[in-house]
Structure formats: structure tokens, C-alpha cells
């Protein structure tokens, strides 16, 4: 068997098309949606990350704005610029690029940013709306995962989820949109002693350790639905993510490439914030 591709690529197109009429509608209106986005540092994966996401804001016909500052701005600078873009009515949305130096508290950072504005999906306030089923900003690797499942018409009420990985941005998250959605969900990590034997169990996986070929072939059911957040490199600088794309497409039915699977998505779900955010603050 060789399982369907889930092409974030494809997806992220239509989705983006949706957002750019949506953001035709708010301009007739005189509302341009903005996004600003702060890199503090010169972490180059981070350069590459917000590139991308001012891209994206200039093809969905977003206004964006990106600051960058020195690896040894004070925290207190940071947070004064963030309050400063809470304060500033063109910017709908503030997404802090991580990490962050380590002299500065990335949590604090987060907290400053106005939830109205939390795009990203990381303030406390964010995770609590998730956790309880209110309104709020999902994070957009999570997001765009379950939009993934929506594209396929996959229907997760009593289906077991496995998710690898607990991180705040992806892990946890996910997990908590798996289970709105009626699935029954397993959270594994670096401290979970047998993982074959909670995949083996899954009828969709999520992988998201940043670790290459965490999940191979003899860990999948045949035809699970396997879905791949990692980022990696092969030897030979190839980007690959946590699964072993190859051999675990013979066995799965549903599986997203790296790259052109989770990586589109979650840009594609930041633009979507960012507009639902701008639509939001018209509405209010
Ligand atoms: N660093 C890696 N991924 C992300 C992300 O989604 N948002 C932010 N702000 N920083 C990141």
C-alpha cells in the first residue's frame, strides 16, 4: 500500500486565496490587516522563518512590519516595543520570532503581547481559551495540522491520536485539538518507555520531536494517518522531518511530505490569525 500525500503546498494555495479575498473585503473598508514581527538576534533559521512570514503577508495583501534588533537588546527594550505595537492600531497582529536571547525571559515577552493581538497562540491566555474551548488564537503548526485532517475529511470522534512530542507550541496544543475533536489522545515523549507500542495503537499520529526517523515503518498501523511537524537535516543537508518518509508511506494511509506538508501550513494559519484578528477588531 503507499499512502495518500497531504500537500501543504496545495492547501496553504486555497486557504491563502481565501484569505486574500477576505482581506479585499477589509480593505474596502478601510481596514488593512498588519502584522508585525520582531527578531531579536541573528539566529539564521529565524532570519529564514520571518522572511517568510513577511512574504506571506505581501501575498495575501497584508500590511507587515519587520523590526530586528541586536542580540543584546534589553528585555526592557523588548517589552517596551512590544506595548508599543499593542498600542498601535494598523497592527492586528505581534508575533515575537523564538527563541529569544537567553538574558531574555521569552515567557515575559509573550505575556506583554495583548492576547487581542496574540497571533501566535503562545500567551497563557491563548493556551487557557484552547484548554477550556473558548475563542482565542490557536498556535499555527497545531492549527494547520487539523486543517490537514479537515482536507481529507478525516472524522477523529473515537479515532486514538498519538502525539509525540509536549511542547507548548506543538505537542500540547495539538493534543488539545485532537481531543475537541472527540479523539481519544495519547501524549508521548522522552520519557514514555515503550513508543512502538502507543503508535502501533494509533489511527493518527503526530510527530513532532525535531529528531529524525523517530517513527519508522514497524511503528505504523497500516493505514493511520501520519502527520510530520519536524524539521530536520539529513548528512547531506536535505531538510527531512521526524519520520521516515520512504518506508512509513508503504504502510500509512495518509501521510505529509517534508518539505511541503506542516512547514506551508503554519504560515498559511499565521496569515489566517492575523486576518481573523483584523476582522475581529472590526466587528468589536
Ligand atoms: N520559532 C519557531 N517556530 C515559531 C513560531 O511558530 N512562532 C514564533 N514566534 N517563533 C517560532
Redesign the pocket.
Known amino acids: 500500500m503507499t499512502a495518500q500525500l497531504i500537500d501543504g503546498n496545495a492547501l496553504s494555495r486555497q486557504l491563502r486565496d481565501n484569505v486574500r479575498e477576505r482581506v479585499l473585503t477589509l480593505r474596502a473598508r478601510g481596514v488593512v490587516p498588519g502584522l508585525a514581527v520582531v527578531l531579536v538576534g541573528d539566529n539564521p533559521a529565524?532570519q529564514v522563518?520571518v522572511r517568510n512570514k513577511v512574504k506571506a503577508c505581501e501575498d495575501t495583501g497584508m500590511h507587515s512590519v519587520l523590526e530586528q534588533y541586536p542580540a543584546d537588546m534589553t528585555e526592557a527594550d523588548l517589552l517596551a516595543r512590544v506595548t508599543a505595537l499593542n498600542n498601535d492600531p494598523s497592527i492586528h497582529g505581534i508575533?515575537?520570532?523564538?527563541?529569544l536571547p537567553a538574558h531574555i525571559n521569552a515567557q515575559r515577552v509573550i505575556e506583554t503581547i495583548s492576547p487581542a493581538k496574540d497571533v501566535?497562540g503562545?500567551h497563557v491566555g491563548s493556551a487557557g481559551a484552547l484548554m477550556v474551548g473558548q475563542p482565542g488564537f490557536w498556535?499555527?503548526?497545531p492549527y494547520g495540522c487539523m486543517k490537514m485532517l479537515e482536507s481529507i475529511g478525516y472524522n477523529l470522534r473515537g479515532k486514538h491520536a498519538v502525539v509525540i512530542g509536549r511542547s507548548n507550541?506543538v505537542g500540547k496544543p495539538m493534543a488539545l485539538m485532537l481531543l475537541q475533536q472527540n479523539a481519544t489522545v495519547t501524549i508521548c515523549h522522552s520519557a514514555t518507555p515503550d513508543l512502538k507500542a502507543m503508535t502501533l495503537q494509533a489511527d493518527v499520529i503526530v510527530a513532532a520531536v525535531g529528531k529524525r526517523n523517530v517513527l519508522t515503518a514497524d511503528m505504523v498501523k497500516p493505514g493511520a494517518v501520519v502527520l510530520d511537524v519536524g524539521m530536520n537535516r539529513t548528512e547531506e543537508g536535505k531538510l527531512c522531518g521526524d519520520v521516515d518518509f520512504a518506508d512509513v508511506k508503504e504502510v500509512a494511509g495518509y501521510i505529509t511530505p517534508v518539505p511541503g506538508g506542516v512547514g506551508p501550513m503554519?504560515i498559511t494559519m499565521?496569515m489566517v490569525n492575523t486576518l481573523a484578528s483584523a476582522e475581529h477588531m472590526l466587528a468589536a
Open positions: 529565524s522563518y508575533l515575537v520570532q523564538l527563541p501566535d503562545f498556535p499555527c503548526t507550541i503554519t499565521l
